[in-house]
């Protein structure tokens, strides 16, 4: 199949990517390579894809209507996977504009694309932060998510409802993935895992927020790319179908035995200074993944010391002898 990755030098995007380049399929990435965090992160993650004979990229920015409409009259695709969004709860909630401009204009200029040239199927990044206030666990896809406690949360329950629109008004079949804390290899400085690794190993103290009593389901970056390798290579269910899944691992984890785990992976103890919570957070998300699992057989394997331990190795190569 030939694919459109955006955000394809992203976490999930480069991973992604990969994955569908080693199952032999052509893919054309695209990011716009934000300073957001280090660029020169996001350009090692595409050094990994340009490996691959398949595999195409142009810098370009999904808010750019004018670029993205070249881009669908230039090729055409059998799927788009849509993974390019500004990304951040906490961030949202100081740059609005940026997530107003990436993540609902620069989606509707994909469905745009989409529609004009009759793409087969659209495969998009949600999140789990759509659930916001929701308190009953685990989250299930047919729970209400109308009460946001962040603009990022905001945008990604808007990218829902336009892909819903645009599914029953033009035909488009629309898969929405609500991840759950992804973690893994080539992952965010933002997110808490890097943080932490970083602080310990530089014997900094390190916050953690609600003094602690946390629940995040952390879901290793090889498990969701199973995920969306499957939906994405799935026949495409037909015309005029919006559909949603959580993609989580369904074990949620305590966010002091993620330091424990960190701890364990660098054999040095952390300096924890409890702080509180912070505006945007919620304090437990859980993934029921009962309804992925019927649509393509989705387990996820892989627990939180077996992943931690693998990003651990992958920071200290990277990053050995130079500040991350």
Known sequence: MKILVTGAAG?????????????????????????????????????????FPKFSFEKLDVADERAVAA????????????????AGVRYSLEKPMAYVSSNVAGFLNILEGCRKSKVAHLCYASSSS??????????????????????YAATKRANELMAESYSASFGITCTGLRFFTV????????????????????????QVFNRGDMLRDFTYIDDV????????????????RARLF???????????????????????????????????????????????????????ATPIETGVARFVAWYRERYSGRAA
């Open 225 to 240: 790319v199973e995920a969306v390798t499957a939906i994405v290579e799935r026949p495409h269910p037909g015309a005029g």
């Open 130 to 151: 759509v659930y916001g206030a929701n308190t009953e666990l685990p989250f299930r896809e047919e729970h209400r998510v109308d009460r946001p406690v962040s603009l």
């Open 11 to 51: 976490f999930i995007g480069m991973h992604a990517a990969k994955r569908l380049l080693e199952r032999g399929h052509e893919v054309f990435g695209i990011d716009n390579l934000n300073p957001y965090y280090d660029p020169a992160l996001k350009r090692a993650r595409l050094e990994q894809l340009r490996l």
């Open 246 to 300: 959580n993609v989580g691992h369904g074990s949620p984890v305590r966010l002091m035995d993620l330091v424990r785990a960190v701890e364990q992976a660098l054999g040095k103890t952390a300096q924890v200074e409890p702080a509180p919570m912070q505006p945007g957070d919620v304090r437990a998300t859980y993934a029921a993944t009962d309804k992925l699992h019927a649509e393509v057989g989705y387990a996820p």
């Open 71 to 86: 881009l669908f009259e230039a090729r055409r695709y059998d799927v788009v996977l849509h993974l390019a969004a500004q």
């Open 183 to 206: 973690y893994g290899p080539w992952g965010r400085p933002d997110m808490a895992l890097f943080i932490f690794t970083r602080a310990i190993l530089a014997g900094q103290p390190i």
